[in-house]
């Protein structure tokens, strides 16, 4: 194989991943702007929300729980120590 048949090889092969890359961009803002008209995506994007707020909340509430057993918890050691 000598240089200028690789290099039209490179240059077939790029423009086939250009034109793949295009479609499939093409494909995702086509399929993204069909989600936002329709309401199965707003129910989509509610879901997460909710999801996403009872994670949070779920975690905040650990923070808590944890940060607060801390005293208490040096008092039992302390008792327990010999």
């Given at each position: 194989?000598?240089?200028?048949?690789?290099?039209?090889?490179?240059?077939?092969?790029?423009?086939?991943?250009?034109?793949?890359?295009?479609?499939?961009?093409?494909?995702?803002?086509?399929?993204?702007?069909?989600?936002?008209r329709?309401?199965?995506?707003?129910?989509?994007?509610?879901?997460?929300?909710?999801?996403?707020?009872?994670?949070?909340?779920?975690?905040?509430?650990?923070?808590?729980?944890?940060n607060?057993?801390v005293?208490?918890a040096?008092n039992?050691?302390?008792?327990?120590?010999?």
């Amino acid at each position: 194989m000598n240089v200028l048949s690789t290099l039209r090889l490179i240059a077939v092969r790029t423009n086939a991943v250009d034109i793949f890359y295009r479609n499939a961009t093409a494909k995702l803002v086509r399929r993204t702007s069909q989600l936002s008209r329709s309401e199965d995506g707003v129910v989509t994007v509610e879901w997460v929300a909710v999801a996403a707020a009872v994670t949070l909340g779920a975690l905040s509430i650990a923070f808590i729980i944890m940060n607060g057993l801390v005293a208490p918890a040096r008092n039992i050691a302390s008792q327990l120590s010999p």
